[in-house]
């Protein structure tokens, strides 16, 4: 069916409209004609808001299948994607069984390509997320895999820096976990106020920078290139900013629900709030978008980790960490950005450049 889609804000840095509001008129899959006031053709669109851009790319994306479908299923995870602007999602492998074979990294890129999206699976770094050895890397790469992770909060040093080497010589990343487990071990909220009002123990600053920390290190030591997903503190990303002034192959993405929602919510001990980076408080919000400015954090992820029923509707500390943000990760970064913030690059910021 053609289509006008009225007064849409262009976020394309290529097209000659960009950043202006233009009429779009779509016919059979296509942009056929971009005009300051196009006469009405066919259905004609008209929202608040309204924003158009090349497909964005998600950094970090749990997917479910196989194994947990009843937390949600592939397609499930690919319909939320498609609403919510994204035809590239970079997929963790924490499935069952873990993503970590040739034929399950083909099976994955397979089934996005049936539902029109670009899988980008991580694969796990060591076999079974065990110390005593990595997986056949070189041929997860060939099969498609774009990265690797380990399934533990904290990867042994000495394999972590064994992965680096190898994959030194193979420009593939490895993404960190960002959150060392001792000290975030039992903690439900942000540390702070709020963990003093609803009685819990928090996760403190430490708990991302004594992890960013140890693994920027074996980076210098041992060479390679790593992410560092779901970034949630100020420290985090000076350790990240002062890493690439060093000249180090390191970068970041930071959740778009970081920049809307602070701890403040969870007063109610709401678990739909108790997400994975945990709700910061309303200064960390306030410091997060000099990093955007300045470049540090160079993709805005949704950290999509859904949950079913039985695994949220439990008293708070029961409860599991996560929430379906895949539909919602854009608007919840646009609608809640100044309009200084507004001016950068966004297409960059959902596409890693």
Not at 42 to 66: A, F, H, T, Y
Not at 71 to 76: L, R
Request: aromatic share 8%; charged share 30%.
């Amino acid at each position: 069916m053609p289509y006008t889609l009225k007064d849409a804000l262009i976020l394309d840095p290529r097209s000659r409209f960009f950043q202006k509001r233009v009429d779009v008129f779509i016919d059979k899959g296509k942009i056929r004609d971009i005009s300051k006031d196009l006469k009405k053709k066919g259905k004609v669109i008209v929202e608040k808001g309204l924003c158009l851009s090349p497909g964005w790319i998600d950094m970090n994306v749990r997917i479910n299948d196989p194994g947990y479908e009843f937390k949600e299923s592939i397609a499930e995870t690919f319909e939320l994607a498609s609403r919510g602007g994204f035809t590239r999602l970079v997929t963790l492998p924490f499935t069952g069984p873990i993503i970590q074979s040739r034929d399950l990294v083909l099976s994955l890129i397979e089934k996005g390509r049936s539902f029109g999206i670009h899988v980008h699976p991580l694969a796990a770094l060591s076999q079974d997320f065990q110390d005593e050895r990595l997986n056949d890397l070189q041929d997860l790469l060939t099969a498609g895999a774009v990265g690797f992770i380990d399934g533990r909060q904290q990867a042994d040093p000495e394999m972590f820096a064994n992965g680096l080497r190898y994959l030194n010589d193979l420009e593939a990343t490895i993404f960190s976990q960002s959150k060392d487990p001792e000290l975030s071990r039992g903690a439900q909220v942000n540390e702070g106020l709020i963990s003093t009002k609803l009685g819990m123990k928090g996760f403190s600053e430490e708990a991302e920078t004594v992890q960013i920390r140890r693994d920027l290190d074996l980076l210098r030591m041992n060479g390679g290139k790593l992410h560092f997903p779901k970034l949630s503190t100020i420290e985090g990303l000076r350790l990240i900013k002062r890493a690439k002034s060093e000249g180090l192959k390191v970068s970041c993405d930071v959740p778009a629900y970081l920049f809307c929602l602070d701890e403040d919510h969870l007063e109610g001990y709401a678990t739909r709030y108790k997400l994975d980076p945990p709700l910061r408080s309303k200064k960390t919000i306030r410091g997060l978008s000099r990093f955007v400015e300045d470049g540090t954090i160079d993709a805005i992820s949704s950290a999509h980790s859904p949950q079913d029923p039985e695994s949220r509707d439990l008293e708070f500390d029961l409860a599991s960490f996560g929430g379906r943000t895949l539909e919602t990760c854009f608007p919840s970064f646009w609608t809640s950005t100044s309009q200084d913030l507004k001016k950068v690059n966004v297409a960059e910021l959902f596409s890693l450049g």
